[in-house]
């Protein structure tokens, strides 16, 4: 499948693992013509805040907010309030927390953005983290399905419970398009174009292959950071994307 450079950039999720507020923003104004949303996760929010989310926002950026809740559900709702308020467009929640934390989530968005007359953000679940494999589902969280089963069976309690979609790694994205149809946001992380380094990733795949796979968002992160000319990395992905 080949696609356009503007729905391939809408679809690049850049994760900004990095540690301070002024390096993520150089970030944003270097590469936002090629990367469509920003991740903000947990190393950076716990160093720049909630400011750092405001500032890609304001610079034009969208913002995937990648703390993945899991607590109680009226804690979760607070915090998908307060993801609503700061104008976030996607965030997430552990699927392992169950159906009454992700409902919650889920309703808290809707009365927060009603109240703010804005379109609130999309809630996804997060199934199996990329970075377990079957044998660590198996022996070290004592989880007897196997690895797909479970996702699918996360993805459908997630759907049943108001999520959006699912973050999952892409080789899960044909069965979860089976099991939840075409319109369920999937994200996937464990993106690495050809040659790169696997690094702490079990499942992974090419940008290329997820994006023809079905993917909604693609996430890329030290494979773009780290490379000796960043701006170079994004537009070759971009070119992977929507290539014939």
Same mark, same amino acid.
């Given at each position: 499948?080949?696609?356009?450079?503007?729905?391939?950039?809408?679809?690049?999720?850049?994760?900004?693992?990095? #540690?301070?507020?002024?390096? !993520?923003? &150089?970030? @944003?104004? /270097?590469?936002? +013509?090629?990367? $469509? =949303? *920003?991740?903000?996760?947990?190393?950076?929010?716990?160093?720049?805040?909630?400011?750092?989310?405001?500032?890609?926002?304001?610079?034009?950026?969208?913002?995937?907010?990648?703390?993945?809740?899991?607590?109680?559900?009226?804690?979760?709702?607070?915090?998908?309030?307060?993801?609503?308020?700061?104008?976030?467009?996607?965030?997430?929640?552990?699927?392992?927390?169950?159906? #009454?934390?992700?409902?919650? !989530?889920? &309703?808290? @968005?809707? /009365?927060?953005? +009603?109240?703010? $007359? =804005? *379109?609130?953000?999309?809630?996804?679940?997060?199934?199996?983290?990329?970075?377990?494999?079957?044998?660590?589902?198996?022996?070290?969280?004592?989880?007897?399905?196997?690895?797909?089963?479970?996702?699918?069976?996360?993805?459908?309690?997630?759907?049943?419970?108001?999520?959006?979609?699912?973050?999952?790694?892409?080789?899960?994205?044909?069965?979860?398009?089976?099991?939840?149809?075409?319109?369920?946001?999937?994200?996937?992380?464990?993106?690495?174009?050809? +040659?790169?380094?696997?690094?702490?990733?079990?499942?992974?795949?090419?940008?290329?292959?997820?994006?023809?796979?079905?993917?909604?968002?693609?996430?890329?992160?030290?494979?773009?950071?780290?490379?000796?000319?960043?701006?170079?990395?994004?537009?070759?992905?971009?070119?992977?994307?929507?290539?014939?």
């Amino acid at each position: 499948m080949s696609s356009t450079f503007e729905e391939a950039k809408k679809r690049l999720c850049l994760a900004l693992d990095v #540690a301070s507020a002024k390096e !993520a923003n &150089e970030i @944003v104004t /270097e590469l936002s +013509g090629f990367v $469509g =949303v *920003f991740k903000v996760g947990l190393e950076l929010f716990t160093n720049a805040g909630a400011q750092v989310v405001s500032s890609i926002i304001r610079s034009g950026g969208e913002v995937f907010l990648d703390l993945k809740y899991h607590d109680i559900p009226n804690t979760v709702a607070g915090a998908a309030r307060a993801a609503t308020r700061l104008g976030v467009s996607l965030f997430d929640v552990h699927a392992s927390g169950g159906s #009454a934390m992700m409902r919650a !989530a889920s &309703e808290a @968005v809707r /009365e927060e953005a +009603g109240k703010l $007359g =804005v *379109f609130g953000p999309r809630v996804l679940a997060v199934t199996v983290l990329t970075s377990l494999s079957e044998k660590m589902l198996h022996e070290e969280l004592n989880v007897r399905a196997n690895l797909s089963d479970q996702v699918i069976e996360l993805a459908r309690l997630a759907q049943a419970s108001g999520m959006d979609g699912v973050v999952a790694s892409p080789q899960e994205i044909g069965p979860l398009r089976e099991a939840c149809g075409e319109s369920f946001i999937i994200l996937t992380p464990g993106i690495r174009p050809k +040659g790169a380094a696997v690094q702490d990733q079990e499942r992974v795949t090419t940008p290329r292959e997820a994006f023809e796979m079905g993917a909604t968002y693609i996430v890329v992160g030290r494979p773009i950071l780290k490379a000796p000319d960043r701006l170079k990395a994004c537009q070759d992905i971009i070119a992977d994307m929507t290539s014939k």
